[in-house]
């Protein structure tokens, strides 16, 4: 929630390329169009808190 994090940064990489998207406005929610071909999403997600500590997830996988 916005109490625990001013800013969330999701970074994605598709067909080898890689891409972050930030969102400083709570609910943060990020929207990542996946082409046909692809089938893998690799990610992480970092969170920046109000007094700028930055918390990361680990790395994920989504396949097809």
């Known amino acids: ?3 625990e994090f001013k800013e969330v940064s999701l ?4 067909n080898g390329s890689r891409t ?3 969102d ?3 609910p943060f929610e990020f ?3 996946i082409p046909p071909g692809a089938t893998t999403f690799d ?3 970092q ?4 007094t700028g500590e930055k918390k990361s997830s680990a790395p ?3 396949h097809r």
């Open 31 to 33: 929207t990542v169009p």
């Open 43 to 45: 990610f992480t997600i």
């Open 24 to 26: 400083t406005n709570y």
């Open 60 to 62: 994920a996988a989504l």
């Open 20 to 22: 972050t998207l930030t």
């Open 11 to 14: 970074t994605y990489t598709l």
């Open 47 to 50: 969170g920046t808190s109000p």
């Open 1 to 3: 929630d916005d109490a």
